[in-house]
């Protein structure tokens, strides 16, 4: 897997074989790929349902994703900062 900008874009790349293999992994609820290019279309068509086609107000699984990226890059000083700390006057 890798991820980088371009474009003004966030780009994430995982692998086909990962997916594949990560999924007979899931902890007390793994399954058996009985058709690879089915699950991986599936897969690529479904994994935005998941999140919010750009509308970050909803309380999507990727939303809370990229929330708990935000809290964290606050915490490691990664060119943000909580928004409610500083001279509250």
């Not at 509308?55 to 990664?78: G, K, V, Y």
């Amino acid at each position: 897997m890798k991820a980088y900008r371009r474009d003004g874009k966030l780009m994430i790349e995982i692998g086909e074989d990962a997916l594949l293999h990560g999924a007979t992994l899931i902890p007390d609820d793994p399954i058996r790929i009985t058709d690879p290019e089915r699950y991986l279309n599936w897969i690529a068509g479904h994994v935005m349902s998941f999140g919010d086609d750009g509308d970050f107000d909803s309380a999507s699984d990727l939303t809370r994703l990229f929330d708990r990226m935000a809290i964290a890059a606050a915490e490691w000083d990664a060119g943000c900062e909580p928004a409610n700390t500083g001279d509250q006057r």
